[in-house]
């Protein structure tokens, strides 16, 4: 697992100065947790937000949880994503990052398929107490691959021609900050946790 042993505030400042919009974009989560964070906890450290986790949960590991983000839960739901299955996206979002979803999906510009063929390791960068729950924002990169068919016309032999399908296939970096939630009721470690927060990037960085 890669944790991060920055504050709350020195990721804000980070976030800030960057003329990334992205960066931007993860400032403006950051900020939308902090303000959500319960009076009784002044700190929105990451060991603040395991310690009341395994209040409940004394089993609780870090290493463990990123593991199940990267194995279980994220491709599970990022795949439902590419594939537009909203009904999943249902299952395993809160209101706010269903809402992302949409406008990301209803954005989306690519008209060919598009398949997860890997996920990095997740890097946990804050940690919250929310009223709704502990909350990790985290940052992961991913390989996918996009095929778009260019369909052309092509002669043949009687002089007529006919669509052919020349399938163009490239791998691209999607990078997703995400923050996700705990329901502290449920004793499914698994699915005690859904998708609080949700931003994408694609890069033009390929692969081949």
């Keep these: 697992a890669v944790v991060s042993t920055q504050s709350t505030g020195e990721l804000r400042e ?4 960057s003329d ?3 960066a931007r974009a993860g400032y403006k989560m950051v900020d939308f947790m902090a303000s959500g964070v319960s009076k ?12 009341e986790i395994q209040k409940m949960d004394p089993q609780f590991d870090i290493n463990k949880f990123t593991a199940t983000l990267r194995f279980d839960i994220l491709p599970f739901v990022l795949e439902a994503y590419l594939q537009g299955n909203v009904e999943i996206l249902e299952n395993w979002s809160q209101e706010r990052a269903m809402g992302q979803f949409k406008h990301m999906l209803a954005a989306r510009t690519f008209n060919g398929t598009i398949q997860l063929i890997d996920i990095g390791e997740c890097e946990i960068i804050t940690g919250a107490m929310l009223e709704l729950g502990p909350v990790f924002m985290l940052t992961v990169s991913t390989q996918q691959l996009f095929t778009e068919a260019a369909k052309k016309r092509v002669a043949v032999e009687n002089g007529d021609d006919k669509v ?9 970096r999607v990078t997703y900050v995400i923050a996700v ?13 859904t998708i609080l927060e949700i931003m994408e990037q694609v890069t033009n960085e390929s692969f081949y």
Excluded: G, H
Excluded at 14 to 17: G, M, T
Excluded at 40 to 51: A, C, D, G, P, Y
Excluded at 164 to 172: L, Q, S, Y
Excluded at 181 to 193: I, K, V
């Design 14 to 17: 980070r976030l800030e100065e």
């Design 20 to 22: 990334n919009l992205f």
């Design 40 to 51: 009784m906890t002044t700190r929105t450290e990451i060991s603040q937000t395991i310690e």
């Design 164 to 172: 052919d399908d020349d399938a163009k296939e490239v791998i691209k």
């Design 181 to 193: 939630c705990r329901d502290q009721s449920m004793l499914d470690p698994t699915a005690a946790w």
